[in-house]
């Protein structure tokens, strides 16, 4: 669907209330069911979204961009690029007190980590979605949406990076991560836990976020790098054929504290030899990867052939922050440096 630059706001309100931004970019939020095809598909506005909550006047007026509307589960690093300007443009206005995006569940932590990095301001940014399109009688993209707009608002949501509020909750960029595929109750944020809650009569943050980076976009498309799964019995071919194909970097998610078999360390030896940065993650959901195995494969062995190792990042995350460090970064040490930040 063609995007549109078109900005509206909500009816006059009679509070003196902030100004904040809505950019809707689709997800299930802006879904219905269509009956030819027998699922939900794009078919909300954030104007439409707006509509549907009336409380709204009592928090917040939003100034409602339509950047685009599509599923998650189809953006890409351009899109990332294109919301980045769009928030960029939003956050510069004084009169502006932050900006909320509408978006799909599926992608939306990894947007959530791209913006957090790419972003620099003490504004709030908070990205929220819903786990069940407008057709059904529970919808939850209304509460979610008041919500995100009461973190928006709220004083101190100010230098707390890019969040995800949804279920009542807020989440940090890079902790956040979907852990259930319908349940509302879909996001968690691992060992280190919630920033803080949405209860009804206000916003409490328990916590903020330390180990915040900013490395903004350069110039030009943001460089190629893979993800290549290890698992019992996996193959190097796949990495090769990354490598082959003009990956910059691999992002391997190995197993345990990062760990591979000979198979795929022999794959990364080779592609490290090409130029090509290996970075090493791990499939286990909680907890840092360290080079501390030293059989063939283990962590030892990958990093003595200058792999880098990306802490508690998921391997999608590890992806973003690669992404945006290989255009300045160089090295192991420069790029180990920026993940053990």
């Not at 961009?65 to 919301?83: G, K, M």
């Amino acid at each position: 669907m063609a995007h549109s630059m078109q900005m509206q706001t909500q009816p006059p309100v009679a509070l003196n209330v902030p100004l904040c931004q809505l950019i809707a970019t689709g997800g299930t939020i802006a879904m219905k069911i269509d009956p030819v095809r027998g699922g939900p598909v794009p078919a909300l506005s954030g104007a439409d979204l707006l509509a549907a909550v009336p409380a709204m006047a009592q928090v917040a007026r939003l100034e409602v961009r339509e950047l685009f509307n599509i599923p998650s589960d189809h953006v890409d690093a351009t899109h990332w690029l294109r919301l980045k300007h769009a928030v960029d443009e939003a956050l510069a206005r004084p009169e502006v007190t932050g900006v909320i995006v509408s978006h799909g569940t599926d992608t939306m932590e990894e947007t959530a980590w791209f913006l957090d990095l790419a972003i620099d301001s003490d504004k709030p940014v908070v990205l929220t979605g819903a786990q069940r399109n407008a057709s059904v009688p529970d919808f939850d993209g209304p509460r979610n949406l008041l919500n995100a707009a009461r973190v928006c608002v709220e004083r101190s949501a100010q230098g707390m990076g890019v969040m995800v509020a949804m279920n009542n909750q807020i989440h940090a960029a890079r902790e956040v991560s979907k852990t259930h595929t319908s349940d509302v109750e879909a996001f968690k944020s691992g060992d280190f836990g919630l920033l803080g809650v949405i209860d009804e009569d206000r916003v409490v943050f328990s916590r903020r976020p330390t180990r915040r980076l900013h490395l903004p976009p350069q110039s030009g498309a943001l460089p190629r790098v893979e993800i290549i799964p290890m698992f019992a019995g996996a193959r190097g071919d796949l990495l090769c054929a990354a490598v082959a194909l003009g990956a910059r970097g691999i992002v391997v998610q190995a197993l345990g504290l990062g760990n591979v078999n000979v198979d795929l360390l022999a794959a990364v030896k080779e592609a490290i030899a090409q130029g090509v940065v290996v970075a090493v993650a791990t499939r286990v959901p909680n907890g840092r990867v360290q080079p501390v195995y030293g059989f063939e494969g283990g962590g030892r062995t990958l990093q003595a052939e200058g792999a880098v190792f990306t802490d508690n990042l998921s391997p999608h995350k590890a992806r973003i922050l690669l992404m945006l460090a290989l255009q300045s970064a160089t090295t192991p040490s420069q790029l180990q440096s920026l993940f053990d930040r």
